[in-house]
């Protein structure tokens, strides 16, 4: 199953997140298909960027997103 999630990047103590789609069984900072956003939590409020069209496509093929993704796609209006 193709999952849209969270590849953490940075450094230590300093996190940055880019939001792609990956097949489920491949570990988290794996081989991945697509990205699709960014999302830095260090700033306040925290900065996500979504490319809209992409990732309306994989929801509408039947993508799952994580947790977290959701909840980040939910302040967007995409999910």
Do not use: C
Request: aromatic share 10%; net charge positive; proline share 4%.
């Amino acid at each position: 199953m193709v999952r849209i999630r969270l590849k953490r990047m940075g450094t230590n103590h300093k996190p940055f997140y880019r939001i792609v789609i990956a097949d489920q069984r491949r570990a988290r900072n794996g081989k991945f298909i697509e990205t699709i956003g960014t999302y830095d939590p260090t700033y306040s409020p925290a900065r996500i960027e979504v490319d809209e069209d992409r990732a309306k496509y994989w929801i509408g093929v039947g993508a799952q997103a994580s947790d977290v993704v959701r909840i980040l796609l939910t302040k967007k209006g995409l999910y």
